[in-house]
């Protein structure tokens, strides 16, 4: 069966540090990944997606980068963390881009 | 183009009440449609979908959508709240077909459940 693992579950980190974040998918090929923003009133926000290796899609211009150098490991990066960049991050896998995604447990970044 | 509308970002109904989340899109091709489920500090979990066929949806938990496609609405009920109904949820658009790589997501609903 398919699983996705994403960590670290929490993280505090001070302002101007870097950051790497990463998303793992197993029992599957090929699959659509995304990173979510979630803050508290606005939902989820689509950051990122990837249909294949190398490929990435950027839906808002940010102080995050993502990147996907195995077909089933995404990474969401920072140079230099910013206040505004806290936030409970998530990492989705689809299957097809015809289907439900599935989530992964989330991490919670606090920029201190 | 893709938008999801969920009027009211807070319900709170009693134990054993009716259970409405109303859920409106936008979408210039025809929708894939998801209600998503999500409880303090979790990921989330899909409660129910709809992509083609009957527009009546049954999900986990009792849970159940309409499609209607003349109200571009897809409001999420369930006929008697439980105290584990607790929680926020979140209503999401797709395109259908193979193409349409994003997944846009409501604001969510955070839904409280009274003894």
């Known amino acids: 069966s398919q699983t996705i693992h994403q960590w670290p579950a929490t993280l505090v980190q001070p302002v101007g540090s870097p950051l790497s974040l990463e998303c793992t998918v197993e029992?599957?090929?090929?699959?659509?990944l995304y990173w979510y923003r979630q803050a508290a009133g606005r939902g989820l926000q689509l950051l990122f997606y990837?249909?294949?290796?190398?490929?990435i899609s950027s839906e808002v211009p940010q102080n995050l980068s993502a990147s996907r150098p195995q077909d089933r490991q995404f990474i969401l990066s920072s140079k230099k963390l910013l206040l505004s960049d806290s936030g409970f991050y998530l990492c989705a896998w689809r299957p097809t881009a015809a289907t439900e995604a599935f989530f992964g447990q989330g991490t919670r970044l606090t920029v201190v | 183009a893709q938008s999801v509308t969920q009027l009211g970002s807070h319900v709170s109904v009693s134990e054993g009440a009716l259970v409405l989340l109303r859920c409106n899109y936008s979408s210039s091709v025809p929708p894939y449609l998801f209600w998503y489920v999500q409880y303090p500090n979790q990921g989330l979990q899909l409660l129910l979908k709809y992509t083609t066929g009957a527009t009546l949806v049954k999900g986990i938990n009792g849970f159940e959508a309409e499609f209607k496609k003349s109200e571009t609405s897809f409001h999420l009920t369930k006929p008697s709240a439980h105290m584990s109904d607790a929680a926020e949820y979140f209503c999401a658009v797709s395109g259908s077909g193979g193409s349409n790589y994003k997944l846009t997501f409501g604001k969510g609903t955070l839904l409280t459940v009274n003894p």
């Open positions: 029992g599957t090929s090929n699959p659509n």
């Open positions: 990837s249909v294949g290796i190398g490929q």
